[in-house]
Protein backbone atom coordinates (compact mmCIF):
# COMPACT_ATOMS: atom_id res chain seq x y z
CA UNK A 1 0.00 0.00 0.00
CA UNK A 2 1.50 3.55 -0.68
CA UNK A 3 0.67 6.60 1.26
CA UNK A 4 0.67 7.31 5.03
CA UNK A 5 1.21 4.49 7.44
CA UNK A 6 -1.20 1.77 8.16
CA UNK A 7 -2.00 1.55 11.85
CA UNK A 8 -3.76 -1.36 13.69
CA UNK A 9 -5.82 -0.86 17.00
CA UNK A 10 -6.87 -3.41 18.94
CA UNK A 11 -10.73 -2.21 20.64
CA UNK A 12 -13.03 -4.12 23.02
CA UNK A 13 -15.55 -2.17 21.14
CA UNK A 14 -16.54 0.35 18.36
CA UNK A 15 -18.15 3.59 20.05
CA UNK A 16 -22.04 4.00 18.71
CA UNK A 17 -21.04 6.63 16.16
CA UNK A 18 -17.74 4.73 14.43
CA UNK A 19 -20.15 1.72 15.00
CA UNK A 20 -22.79 3.28 12.82
CA UNK A 21 -21.10 4.16 10.34
CA UNK A 22 -18.51 1.24 9.66
CA UNK A 23 -22.14 -0.92 9.71
CA UNK A 24 -23.46 1.58 7.36
CA UNK A 25 -20.94 0.89 4.84
CA UNK A 26 -20.73 -3.32 5.88
CA UNK A 27 -24.73 -3.50 5.27
CA UNK A 28 -23.98 -2.34 1.59
CA UNK A 29 -21.68 -4.90 1.13
CA UNK A 30 -21.32 -8.72 0.20
CA UNK A 31 -21.86 -11.00 1.89
CA UNK A 32 -24.07 -8.95 4.76
CA UNK A 33 -26.35 -7.70 2.03
CA UNK A 34 -27.32 -11.34 0.48
CA UNK A 35 -26.99 -12.82 4.16
CA UNK A 36 -29.48 -9.62 5.27
CA UNK A 37 -28.54 -8.38 7.79
CA UNK A 38 -29.16 -4.82 8.67
CA UNK A 39 -27.07 -1.62 9.48
CA UNK A 40 -28.83 -1.55 12.57
CA UNK A 41 -27.77 -5.42 13.44
CA UNK A 42 -24.10 -4.58 12.58
CA UNK A 43 -23.79 -1.92 14.66
CA UNK A 44 -25.43 -3.54 17.60
CA UNK A 45 -22.47 -6.52 17.00
CA UNK A 46 -19.98 -4.15 17.00
CA UNK A 47 -20.39 -2.29 19.77
CA UNK A 48 -21.04 -5.72 22.23
CA UNK A 49 -18.06 -5.84 24.78
CA UNK A 50 -17.71 -9.26 26.06
CA UNK A 51 -14.17 -10.49 27.86
CA UNK A 52 -13.87 -13.02 24.79
CA UNK A 53 -14.32 -10.50 22.22
CA UNK A 54 -11.72 -7.94 20.50
CA UNK A 55 -11.92 -5.70 17.59
CA UNK A 56 -9.04 -4.51 15.25
CA UNK A 57 -9.35 -2.01 12.81
CA UNK A 58 -7.11 -1.12 10.40
CA UNK A 59 -6.85 2.70 10.15
CA UNK A 60 -4.79 5.09 7.54
CA UNK A 61 -4.24 8.93 8.40
CA UNK A 62 -7.27 8.43 10.92
CA UNK A 63 -9.28 6.66 8.55
CA UNK A 64 -11.21 2.82 8.86
CA UNK A 65 -10.05 0.55 6.18
CA UNK A 66 -11.08 -2.93 7.73
CA UNK A 67 -12.04 -4.90 10.78
CA UNK A 68 -12.15 -7.93 12.42
CA UNK A 69 -13.84 -9.20 15.20
CA UNK A 70 -12.14 -12.47 17.12
CA UNK A 71 -13.41 -14.52 19.48
CA UNK A 72 -10.82 -16.07 21.92
CA UNK A 73 -10.69 -18.77 23.19
CA UNK A 74 -12.67 -20.73 20.94
CA UNK A 75 -12.71 -24.38 19.85
CA UNK A 76 -8.92 -24.66 20.49
CA UNK A 77 -7.91 -21.58 18.73
CA UNK A 78 -9.03 -18.01 17.91
CA UNK A 79 -12.20 -18.01 15.98
CA UNK A 80 -12.33 -14.42 13.23
CA UNK A 81 -16.51 -13.54 14.13
CA UNK A 82 -16.07 -10.90 11.20
CA UNK A 83 -13.65 -9.57 8.76
CA UNK A 84 -14.30 -6.54 6.22
CA UNK A 85 -12.53 -4.64 4.21
CA UNK A 86 -14.12 -1.46 2.44
CA UNK A 87 -14.68 -0.85 -0.72
CA UNK A 88 -12.07 1.97 -1.02
CA UNK A 89 -9.32 0.01 0.37
CA UNK A 90 -9.73 -3.50 -1.49
CA UNK A 91 -6.95 -4.68 -3.30
CA UNK A 92 -4.66 -2.76 -1.60
CA UNK A 93 -3.29 -4.85 0.68
CA UNK A 94 -5.54 -4.26 3.28
CA UNK A 95 -6.74 -7.74 4.02
CA UNK A 96 -3.55 -9.47 4.15
CA UNK A 97 -2.33 -6.84 6.28
CA UNK A 98 -5.06 -7.57 8.97
CA UNK A 99 -5.18 -11.29 8.61
CA UNK A 100 -0.94 -11.43 9.31
CA UNK A 101 -1.35 -9.59 12.05
CA UNK A 102 -3.66 -11.85 13.74
CA UNK A 103 -1.98 -14.89 12.76
CA UNK A 104 1.29 -13.23 14.65
CA UNK A 105 -0.60 -12.10 17.69
CA UNK A 106 -2.53 -14.98 18.22
CA UNK A 107 0.18 -17.84 17.03
CA UNK A 108 2.24 -17.32 20.28
CA UNK A 109 -1.24 -18.30 22.33
CA UNK A 110 -3.35 -20.98 20.19
CA UNK A 111 -2.61 -23.46 17.52
CA UNK A 112 -5.80 -22.38 15.21
CA UNK A 113 -7.57 -19.37 13.58
CA UNK A 114 -11.01 -20.49 12.69
CA UNK A 115 -13.76 -18.57 10.22
CA UNK A 116 -16.80 -19.12 8.63
CA UNK A 117 -17.17 -18.14 4.91
CA UNK A 118 -20.58 -18.25 2.67
CA UNK A 119 -20.30 -20.37 -0.22
CA UNK A 120 -21.28 -17.92 -2.32
CA UNK A 121 -18.23 -16.14 -1.68
CA UNK A 122 -16.19 -16.49 -3.90
CA UNK A 123 -13.75 -14.05 -3.78
CA UNK A 124 -13.63 -14.42 0.08
CA UNK A 125 -13.01 -18.36 -0.52
CA UNK A 126 -9.86 -17.49 -2.92
CA UNK A 127 -8.02 -15.29 -0.54
CA UNK A 128 -8.61 -17.05 2.70
CA UNK A 129 -7.80 -20.94 0.72
CA UNK A 130 -4.76 -17.99 -0.64
CA UNK A 131 -3.63 -17.68 2.83
CA UNK A 132 -3.81 -21.09 3.64
CA UNK A 133 -7.06 -22.09 5.11
CA UNK A 134 -8.73 -24.98 4.48
CA UNK A 135 -12.04 -26.46 4.49
CA UNK A 136 -13.25 -28.50 7.29
CA UNK A 137 -16.62 -28.34 6.26
CA UNK A 138 -20.12 -26.99 5.28
CA UNK A 139 -23.06 -25.50 7.54
CA UNK A 140 -26.22 -25.78 5.04
CA UNK A 141 -28.58 -22.88 6.04
CA UNK A 142 -26.51 -21.70 9.13
CA UNK A 143 -27.48 -18.09 8.36
CA UNK A 144 -29.93 -18.14 5.78
CA UNK A 145 -32.08 -20.65 4.26
CA UNK A 146 -30.60 -22.18 0.93
CA UNK A 147 -27.07 -20.76 1.85
CA UNK A 148 -24.13 -22.75 2.54
CA UNK A 149 -21.37 -21.27 5.11
CA UNK A 150 -17.94 -23.34 4.94
CA UNK A 151 -15.81 -23.28 7.86
CA UNK A 152 -12.18 -23.44 7.12
CA UNK A 153 -8.97 -23.41 9.29
CA UNK A 154 -5.53 -22.86 9.78
CA UNK A 155 -3.03 -24.56 11.67
CA UNK A 156 -0.72 -21.61 13.05
Given amino acids: MSGAELE ?3 VPALEPTSAATIAGVLAQMEPWTRLGYSAEALSRGLQIQHPDLLRYLLLRAGETLGLATI ?9 VELFAVLPAA ?6 K ?3 GHL ?4 RER ?14 ALRFYLDRGFVPIGTLPDLVIAGEDEILMRKRL
Fill in 8 to 10: IVR
Fill in 97 to 99: AIL
Fill in 103 to 106: EASY
Fill in 71 to 79: RYPWLRGAY
Fill in 110 to 123: TGNLWLLVSAFNAR
Fill in 90 to 95: QNQGVG
